[in-house]
């Protein structure tokens, strides 16, 4: 990814900025009912990175331990949701799509825990879908 290529991000207040190097290696909806509370929403949208690739340039989010390995971070200003973290992969980093300035600039290509989508979000897309998530290390809960 060159300089025209990287992407920037936050919350909403400001207080909290990042910047990505590099394109993430997935995208994806998650529709378990922690990102669904954790977001308000009825599904996260979600990009993944190498941990290299992100970097805070003002503020950092706030933490909190929705599970034993996952940390969910948020802007502690706002309240935006931000990141997510599996602590058992520290070099994988995740940021929510519509944190983006450009949020078009990311589509997610699969829904995860589709076994708890809501029957009334009726998405009809061409994504791969998975009941659970797609194996160890996306944050199963």
């Not at 990102?35 to 949208?45: S, Y």
């Not at 802007?75 to 519509?98: K, V």
Request: hydrophobic share 35%; aromatic share 12%; charged share 25%.
């Amino acid at each position: 990814m060159n300089d025209e290529q990287t992407m920037q991000g936050g919350c909403l207040c400001g207080a909290v900025r990042y910047r990505v190097t590099a394109a993430p290696f997935a995208a994806e909806y998650c529709h378990c009912r922690m990102c669904q509370r954790f977001t308000g929403a009825a599904a996260a949208n979600w990009m993944d990175f190498k941990r290299e690739a992100v970097e805070f340039t003002t503020g950092e989010p706030r933490e909190y331990a929705s599970s034993e390995f996952v940390r969910r971070g948020f802007c502690a200003r706002c309240g935006s949701a931000l990141t997510f973290r599996d602590t058992r992969y520290p070099q994988y980093f995740t940021l929510t799509i519509a944190s983006l300035d450009a949020p078009e600039r990311v589509r997610p290509t699969r829904h995860l825990f589709t076994e708890r989508q809501l029957e009334w979000f009726d998405v009809n897309d061409d994504c791969t879908r998975f009941p659970r998530g797609p194996g160890e290390g996306m944050g199963s809960e």
